[in-house]
């Protein structure tokens, strides 16, 4: 309701993981990285950690995006809070199996050894998404460690891919779970945004909706935006898509910070003052700029760094002819 009045085409902080906005820092550059590496060879096992709302989904499904169709065939289990049963029921339709395949863990065992070893002979990847994976009760990790153990004499006949929360890490380190732990062929971990990269990150979606970042948001706002999320993707998307209906509710346009500070204690998300304790919005001049990545047909764009000397708008110091340039 509120695109028209920002000059927007499309609502640029939805909460789906939708690759078109995927916004990549270097942490999260390495990330997608080797998670792509994990996904196009045959590894074995890859753990990826990092903080809810930190954007895990959306890089394992853009990678998904992009291996599917091709070589590779991948199954996603988005809720692993599943019985041993169901969880067999779930990787037999995910893998195209018969439905009575299911009912017996050693036909489906047989099923599932015939098939990658038909996939590996011909040249093809097979790999297994485990996505929310701290939810794993202790019995399907163990199932998923003895899937990830399926091999030919010289290579790994299944990848498995791990995704959650940081307390997956604590879990591997219980007695029970030592023999999996060992078994972590890759392993990263994804973290919040910086100030500057929370900036960029707002700027970048906006830019992709078809708007104008320095008519959208002031430099306060964004502040507000940064001391109350702390850089977690999903916390900013939510206080700014709240930000944009109060602001075309009050028709001011750009969105000042009392807006943003109405839509924080909403949500109880905590004062604003925390940003004191948080690192500065611009750092100082970066050696690497963050930058922000899209699929195609949308260009890439490129966010900037600047020194901490500007007190202008939030934005202005991407448009300077100095270091970086923005978009």
């Not at 041993?84 to 009912?103: C, K, V």
């Not at 489906?108 to 998404?129: C, S």
């Not at 791990?162 to 060992?182: H, I, S, T, V, W």
Request: aromatic share 8%; hydrophobic share 45%.
């Amino acid at each position: 309701m509120y695109e028209s009045f920002y000059g927007l085409h499309e609502r640029p902080f939805d909460l789906t993981p939708n690759p078109r906005f995927l916004f990549l820092t270097d942490v999260q550059r390495e990330v997608l990285s080797t998670l792509r590496y994990g996904l196009s060879g045959p590894r074995g096992l890859t753990l990826l950690l990092g903080e809810a709302g930190t954007g895990k989904t959306t890089l394992v499904r853009t990678v998904l995006a992009e291996i599917s169709g091709g070589q590779a065939e991948c199954v996603l289990i988005s809720n692993p809070t599943l019985t041993r049963n169901e969880f067999y029921e779930a990787l037999a339709e995910g893998f195209g199996f018969p439905a009575e395949t299911a009912g017996s863990k050693t036909q489906f065992l047989a099923v599932l050894r015939r098939h990658l070893e038909e996939r590996h002979a011909a040249g093809q990847l097979t790999a297994l998404v485990l996505d929310e994976a701290q939810s794993l009760p202790y019995e399907l990790l163990e199932e998923v460690r003895l899937l990830s153990n399926m091999e030919s004499s010289t290579t790994k006949l299944l990848n498995v891919v791990l995704a959650g929360q940081p307390e997956l890490a604590d879990r591997f380190n219980e007695p029970r779970l030592r023999q999996m732990k060992q078994r972590i062929a890759l392993r990263c971990t994804l973290r919040a945004f910086n100030g500057s990269e929370t900036a960029a990150y707002i700027a970048g979606r906006l830019r992709i909706a078809g708007g104008s970042p320095v008519e959208i948001f002031t430099r306060k706002a964004v502040e507000s935006v940064f001391a109350a999320s702390l850089g977690v993707p999903r916390i900013i998307n939510v206080i700014c898509e709240n930000a944009l209906i109060g602001g075309f509710a009050a028709q001011l346009r750009p969105i000042p910070e009392r807006i943003v500070d109405d839509v924080i204690a909403d949500f109880d998300l905590g004062p604003a003052a925390t940003v004191e304790d948080a690192p500065p919005l611009v750092p100082p001049v970066l050696d690497t700029p963050a930058r922000v990545a899209v699929a195609e047909p949308v260009p890439q764009a490129v966010a900037a760094a600047a020194d901490n000397t500007d007190h202008g708008s939030l934005f202005s110091f991407f448009g300077r002819k100095k270091r970086f340039s923005f978009f």
